[in-house]
């Protein structure tokens, strides 16, 4: 896997956390790379992205509550999630940007975040 993602876990309704992703391959200040999420029995959805020269952009579904930013320095794409529901409950993946996330590969293990009380 050329992702690592780390910062999941159990998180109340209404809550916050953030995720982290590195890579050993992929130098994030070059290119463009997104965050997914992925619910049993749907696809993985693509969340936000952010470009190598840090514009960020994030989906209707989580815009206004999730910010994606990167430390190039630390070679590390966050994702700060803002205002959690159990619809944010899901396993979260970052990988290159992509429309169509089945056409990815390299995929990292994931982090799963839980909504819950």
């Known amino acids: 896997a050329w992702f690592a993602e780390s910062g999941g876990g159990l998180v109340q309704p209404g809550g916050s956390g953030r995720l982290s992703c590195t890579s050993s391959?992929?130098?994030?200040?070059?290119?463009?790379t997104g965050w997914y999420r992925q619910v049993p029995g749907k696809e993985r959805e693509l969340i936000a992205h952010?470009?190598?020269?840090?514009?960020?952009h994030s989906a209707d579904s989580v815009k206004g509550r999730f910010v994606i930013s990167k430390d190039n320095a630390k070679n590390t794409v966050y994702l700060q999630m803002n205002m959690l529901d159990s619809n944010d409950t899901a396993t979260y993946y970052c990988?290159?940007?992509?429309?169509?996330?089945?056409?990815?590969?390299?995929w990292g293990q994931g982090t799963l975040i839980t909504v819950s009380s």
């Open positions: 990988n290159y940007f992509g429309d169509l996330p089945r056409y990815l590969h390299n």
């Open positions: 391959q992929v130098i994030f200040s070059r290119t463009t």
């Open positions: 952010i470009t190598g020269d840090d514009r960020p």
